[in-house]
C-alpha cells in the first residue's frame, strides 16, 4: 500500500503542474515592447471663398462700401497663444481709401477654446498685423479650437475717390503660439 499512495501522489503532482502549465502560462516568454504615440502640432485653415466685392454708393469722402463677410474654418490641436490668435493685415494702403475689418462671431464645433473678437468696431487695416481675436479656453486644456467664424469687411472713402475697380489683398493669419 505504501507504494500505491507514493504512485498516486506522483500521478496528483504531474497533474497540477500541467494545469498550471497551461492555465497560467508558465510555459513561455514575454516581452515588454514600449509604444510612442506622436500627434504633430496642426492647422487647418480655409474659407469657401476668396473673392468679396465692396460697392461704393457714392465717391464722396466718408462714404463707406456695402458690409460683406466671409466665413472661415478653423481646426488647430496645440495653441498655446491666447492674444492676437487671429490677425489681418492688407498688402498696400491706399491714400484716399480705408479697408475695415471686424470679427463677427465664432462657432464653437467641439473645441475646447474659443475665439472672441477684441474689438467691438471696425478696425483700419495696415500693412501690419492688426489683432482681430483672442483665445478663450471654455474646458479641459483649451489649446484646441474647431469651429467656423465670420469677419465683416467694408472699405470708407477718406478722400473723393475715383470712379474704377481696385484689387486689394488681405492677409489673414492665424497664429498658435
Do not use: C, W
Not at 458690409?67 to 491666447?82: D, F, G, L, P, S
Request: proline fraction near 3%.
Amino acid at each position: 500500500m505504501v507504494s500505491m499512495r507514493a504512485h498516486f501522489s506522483f500521478k496528483a503532482g504531474l497533474g497540477f503542474a500541467l494545469a498550471a502549465q497551461f492555465f497560467f502560462g508558465s510555459i513561455g516568454a514575454a516581452h515588454n515592447v514600449s509604444l510612442r504615440f506622436q500627434v504633430p502640432s496642426f492647422i487647418q485653415f480655409e474659407s469657401a471663398s476668396s473673392n468679396l466685392t465692396l460697392p461704393f454708393a457714392d465717391f464722396s469722402p466718408g462714404a463707406e462700401s456695402e458690409t460683406a463677410a466671409m466665413e472661415y474654418r478653423i481646426k488647430a490641436n496645440n495653441v498655446t497663444r491666447q492674444r492676437g490668435v487671429l490677425m489681418v493685415q492688407i498688402d498696400s494702403k491706399d491714400s484716399d481709401l480705408d479697408l475695415q475689418a471686424r470679427f463677427a462671431n465664432f462657432s464653437n464645433a467641439g473645441g475646447t477654446a474659443i475665439l472672441v473678437r477684441n474689438r467691438q468696431a471696425f478696425v483700419t487695416l495696415t500693412e501690419r498685423d492688426v489683432f482681430l481675436a483672442d483665445k478663450t479656453p471654455v474646458s479641459g486644456s483649451g489649446r484646441t479650437i474647431q469651429g467656423s467664424f465670420e469677419i465683416a469687411y467694408k472699405a470708407r472713402a477718406v478722400k473723393e475717390l475715383p470712379a474704377g475697380t481696385r484689387i486689394k489683398t488681405i492677409k489673414l493669419t492665424f497664429a498658435d503660439v
